[in-house]
Nanobody, 115 residues
Framework: QEQLVESGGGLVQAGGSLRLTCIAPGRIFSNASMGWYRQAANWRRELVAAITANGATNYVDSVKGRFTIARDNAKNTVTLQMNSLKSEDTALYYC?????????WGQGTQVTVSS
């Protein structure tokens, strides 16, 4: 595993749920805080959720109470459970370390929420 790989996006109606999964290379994941980022059309990329190596989490206000980030240190994976989705959650979602590493970004996974 040499790059970040995100999956789980799709088209969902407002109020629905999706679960995103990221598999990260050990050189990025090990002992690092990890985050889920998103970039909507014509917007800058933003960090929406982060989790430290010890499991402490932090969220941007717009997703608090709706999104849950988790990690599996044995599998180098980070997940993002997204509930009560809104149209404004529509974006391309990426994972990376927090702050991002210089190794680049994965392809991301598209989340589209229809109202």
């Amino acid at each position: 595993q040499e790059q970040l790989v995100e999956s789980g996006g799709g088209l969902v109606q407002a109020g629905g749920s999706l679960r995103l999964t990221c598999i990260a290379p050990g050189r990025i994941f090990s002992n690092a805080s990890m985050g889920w980022y998103r970039q909507a059309a014509n917007w800058r990329r933003e960090l929406v959720a982060a989790i430290t190596a010890n499991g402490a989490t932090n969220y941007v206000d717009s997703v608090k109470g709706r999104f849950t980030i988790a990690r599996d240190n044995a599998k180098n994976t980070v997940t993002l459970q997204m509930n009560s989705l809104k149209s404004e959650d529509t974006a391309l979602y990426y994972c990376n370390a927090d702050p991002p590493t210089p190794y680049g970004w994965g392809q991301g996974t598209q989340v589209t929420v229809s109202s």
